[in-house]
């Protein structure tokens, strides 16, 4: 056999029974390799076969609640729907979303940032500059403004290290999962959504605007700089909850000084 003919042989992509499954129309293939998961979201590996590039496809569950309300579904695909007209140099896009009624699962195609999320990142290189650490700050900051100059505008409240992705050989940073995303149709917003660690005051009030995201954000970047989770040092919910009722919640906590200036200006 020639050594050319071999060699094309063995690149050759795999045939579709290498795949796991594919969307409605045909497009989106997914494969087994799982980026990442957690109670009732999974993250896989796809690829686009229309475009030739590699995916992320999502899976959540859908509550039953949410399933048997026409309501509630009429709601998660508007959002849906505009999430998809994002476009944004620091916002994680989405191409395509189908619900499985079957398997009780809503299916979203975003890109795929090559290094994972940013504390995902951030735990792989400890060695990381003030230079660069500010640098995503900007572009989580510059994505977040885009959010919010929408009409009407968009409040994440779930931003995270988890929810932040990253291209590692340029450090591009983008904004993602949009699970929790809620878009502000009037100030007074009744559910609670988010992780604890992460979540402003007035969220448990709600009442609350866009500005719980940038609250978010300095949580963020408390996380970013020192490695640690917020409030790893508190023992269950009802402490971290306690702490982040204190006005002085900040100040009682053992980071640099610069830092909590930094920080303070984002409560």
């Not at 026409?70 to 620091?90: F, G, V, W």
């Not at 400890?126 to 989580?140: E, L, T």
């Not at 990253?166 to 940073?173: A, C, K, L, M, P």
């Not at 009802?238 to 702490?243: A, D, G, R, S, V």
Request: aromatic share 10%.
């Amino acid at each position: 056999m020639d050594p050319v003919e071999a060699e094309e042989q063995q690149t050759e992509p795999p045939d579709d029974e290498a795949y796991a499954e594919a969307d409605p129309t045909g497009r989106f293939i997914r494969y087994d390799e799982i980026l990442g998961s957690g109670a009732v979201k999974t993250v896989y590996k796809a690829f686009d076969k229309l475009e030739g590039d590699e995916v992320a496809w999502c899976q959540t569950r859908i509550d039953d609640s949410v399933m048997g309300s026409s309501e509630k579904m009429a709601q998660l695909n508007t959002e849906i729907s505009l999430l998809k007209t994002l476009r944004h140099k620091n916002i994680q896009k989405l191409f395509a979303s189908w619900i499985d009624e079957n398997k009780k699962t809503v299916n979203i195609i975003t890109e795929l940032c090559t290094s994972g999320s940013l504390r995902q990142f951030r735990k792989k290189h400890n060695k990381v500059g003030m230079k660069a650490m500010r640098g995503w700050a900007i572009q989580i900051l510059t994505g977040l403004e885009y959010l919010h100059s929408q009409e009407p505008a968009i409040i994440h409240r779930d931003l995270k290290c988890d929810n932040i992705f990253i291209n590692g050989h340029d450090g591009q940073v983008k904004i993602g999962d949009f699970g929790l995303a809620t878009f502000l149709h009037q100030r007074k917003m009744r559910s609670i959504k988010g992780t604890l660690e992460f979540m402003a005051p007035e969220l448990f009030t709600g009442k609350y605007n866009e500005l719980v995201d940038i609250y978010s954000f300095g949580m963020c970047m408390l996380e970013m700089v020192t490695c640690e989770y917020p409030y790893s040092e508190c023992e269950g919910k009802p402490w971290i909850y306690k702490k982040i009722s204190e006005v002085s919640a900040l100040g009682s906590t053992k980071y640099p000084s610069f830092l909590k200036d930094y920080l303070s200006n984002c409560n």
